[in-house]
């Protein structure tokens, strides 16, 4: 069965305080490793897809690394507006676009 | 260009009676999907629909509930005889292409009394 591990559940960072978000999976035929910022009350918001091992993909403070059992989100120099829920989710092998996502990794970024 | 709209973003039912949520994809998006938050959980999968077809409805309960999505209008994900443990937010999404990213809506958050 498809599966997605998010951790740590919560993340406390001082603004400008770097660090990894990790997302460990398990999937029978990986069809691309998506992380969204959820911010509470709103939809998930698209940030990065990954097909393939060793693949990385940066945009401001974030950037998404994959392996082949996991991705890690990095968030260097946080701000305190990067305070939301992140989630990951694969694409599985049921080629339907049906994404399985994790619990969200939420992250509060003090001033 | 709009995003995905949903609609009510806030719904309150009785125990027993029906809620009908209703999803516009963005435009161009013939691909739809519903998910469901449940308090303190993850998103899970409900429903996978193209226009007038059904194509992965695995994770939806077996009872209760439907969806569709009609030739004209928006996508409906309904509930019939509604019971305190539907309380939770639903999530429309829509892509073009039916793979890759997920464009979603704000969601309708339903609560049962």
Redesign the interface.
Same mark, same amino acid.
């Given at each position: 069965e498809d599966q997605v591990t998010q951790s740590p559940e919560a993340l406390r960072l001082q603004e400008g305080e770097s660090s990894s978000l990790n997302c460990s999976y398990t999937v029978s035929g990986l069809r691309g490793l998506f992380w969204y910022r959820q911010d509470p009350g709103k939809g998930p918001e698209f940030l990065f897809t990954l097909y393939s091992a060793g693949e990385e993909k940066e945009k401001e403070r974030l950037k998404a690394t994959l392996t082949k059992k996991e991705s890690f989100l990095h968030i260097t120099a946080p701000k305190p507006e990067d305070s939301a829920t992140y989630l990951c989710a694969v694409g599985g092998s049921s080629n339907t676009g049906k994404l399985i996502f994790g619990q969200g990794t939420t992250l509060q970024v003090k001033p | 260009n709009a995003g995905?709209m949903q609609n009510p973003r806030h719904l309150v039912r009785r125990r027993g009676q029906e809620a009908r949520l209703r999803c516009s994809p963005m435009k161009g998006h013939s691909?739809v999907?519903w &998910?469901r938050q449940l308090p303190e /959980? #993850? $998103?899970? %999968?409900m429903v &996978?629909l193209q226009k007038e077809n059904i194509?992965?409805e =695995? #994770?939806m309960p077996k009872e209760r509930f439907s969806a569709e999505f009609p030739k004209e209008g928006p996508s409906i994900l309904r509930i019939q005889q509604v019971v305190r443990g539907d309380s939770a937010a639903y999530?429309c999404?829509s =892509?073009p =292409? +039916?793979? +890759? /990213? $997920? %464009? %979603? #809506? /704000? +969601?309708s958050r339903l609560t049962v009394l």
């Open positions: - | 995905v691909h999907y &998910y /959980e #993850g $998103l899970k %999968f &996978y194509i992965d =695995s #994770g999530f999404a =892509s =292409s +039916g793979t +890759g /990213e $997920l %464009f %979603f #809506g /704000e +969601g």
